[in-house]
Nanobody, 119 residues
Framework: QVQLVESGGGLVQAGGSLRLSCVAS????????INWYRQAPGKQREMVAT???????NYADSVKGRFTISRADATNTVYLQMNSLKPEDTAVYYC?????????????WGQGTQVTVSS
């Protein structure tokens, strides 16, 4: 099992910044990537950013140039720096871990952290 704990959400005005953190613990051997997703009310969960073990990153078009994903291996922490926030970024943000083990893929989720951007 892998445990993921997110933090850093909150209320911010449009144009502001927040930094989300995701701390991974447990059986993280075989970790392939850590990913941030978000889900707004009435909408499907969508991928926001991903970072692999070799630090390859990928972003949703809607956040490119504004969000940056990074990782600190010493503390098993992945960050999502969010700048120039817009009201449409309002959502619950979830941390997700992709683990490859025993020729199977496993996906784990954190509990989520609320981000609210006011106009």
């Amino acid at each position: 099992q892998v445990q993921l704990v997110e933090s850093g959400g909150g209320l911010v005005q449009a144009g502001g910044s927040l930094r989300l953190s995701c701390v991974a613990s447990g059986m993280i051997s075989g970790l392939r990537s850590i990913n941030w997703y978000r889900q707004a009310p009435g909408k499907q969960r969508e991928m926001v950013a991903t970072i692999t073990t070799d630090r390859t990153t990928n972003y949703a078009d809607s956040v490119k140039g504004r969000f940056t994903i990074s990782r600190a291996d010493a503390t098993n922490t992945v960050y999502l720096q969010m700048n120039s926030l817009k009201p449409e970024d309002t959502a619950v943000y979830y941390c997700n871990a992709h683990v490859g083990r025993w020729n199977n893929n496993f996906y784990y989720w954190g509990q989520g952290t609320q981000v609210t951007v006011s106009s």
